[in-house]
């Protein structure tokens, strides 16, 4: 099975600050790779699908990159509400059966 | 507005069975796919099972396979998981998401129901 590894697994970061997180397949998964973020106590929310469409309504300082085996989720600026936990997500292999990444948490610095 | 609102989790002792219900309104739901992901305490993520649109096809994690059946009632909008032979390990949140298909996503999201396996 697919393995999804993302680093770091946590950060601390200030408001404005640009973050980078990065998600790795341990095999090529194309394009199937999305991201979500989770506040404590809620559901995840979908962010970005197919690598870097950005779903309804989310905003443009998130960002998505890559193809194969190594994807990046970036925030340009980060804001007081974008700090949560953010998982990635393939959806390559095996048909319909899902895998993600172990999460990384941004926290306020 | 999606809404999809689970129902069904709580306390049940080691060896019991549970079933998941998840409520969903405002989509297409006999159109659409969808699954249960499940979070343990303090944890990551974890696919659980699917079911497509029609309920003719269904697809487990190997941890569940066995244990876990998924089923839907499209009359009634409500989709199912029925859990059997829990152990610590399977306490989480449950949520269940409804898939987009072809890039295979997870759109929308209920709250989630807790279920803890414990004596």
């Known amino acids: 099975d697919i393995q999804m590894t993302q680093s770091p697994s946590s950060l601390s970061a200030s408001v404005g600050d640009r973050v980078t997180i990065t998600c790795r397949a341990s095999r090529s998964i194309l394009t199937y790779l999305s991201w979500y973020q989770q506040k404590p106590g809620k559901a995840p929310k979908l962010l970005i699908y197919?690598?870097?469409t950005l779903q309804s309504g989310v905003p443009s300082r998130f960002s998505g990159s890559g193809s194969g085996t190594d994807f990046t989720l970036t925030i340009s600026s980060l804001q007081p509400e974008d700090f949560a936990t953010y998982y990635c997500?393939?959806?390559?292999?095996?048909?319909?059966?899902?895998?993600f990444g172990g999460g990384t948490k941004v926290e306020i610095k | 507005e999606v809404q999809l609102v689970e129902s069904g989790g709580g306390l049940v002792q080691p060896g019991g069975s549970l079933r998941l219900s998840c409520a969903a309104s405002g989509l297409t739901f006999s159109s659409d796919a969808m699954s249960w992901v499940r979070q343990a305490p303090g944890k990551g993520l974890e696919w659980v099972s699917g079911?497509?649109?029609?309920?003719?096809?269904?697809y487990y994690a190997d941890s569940v396979k066995g244990r876990f059946t998924i089923s839907r009632d499209n009359s009634k909008n409500t989709l199912y998981l029925q859990m059997k032979g829990l152990g610590a390990e399977d306490t989480a949140v449950y949520y269940c998401a409804s898939l987009v298909g072809g890039q295979g996503y997870f759109d929308y999201w209920g709250q989630g129901t807790l279920v803890t396996v414990s004596s």
């Open positions: 079911i497509s649109g029609s309920g003719a096809s269904t």
């Open positions: 197919a690598v870097s």
């Open positions: 997500q393939q959806s390559y292999s095996p048909p319909r059966v899902f895998t």
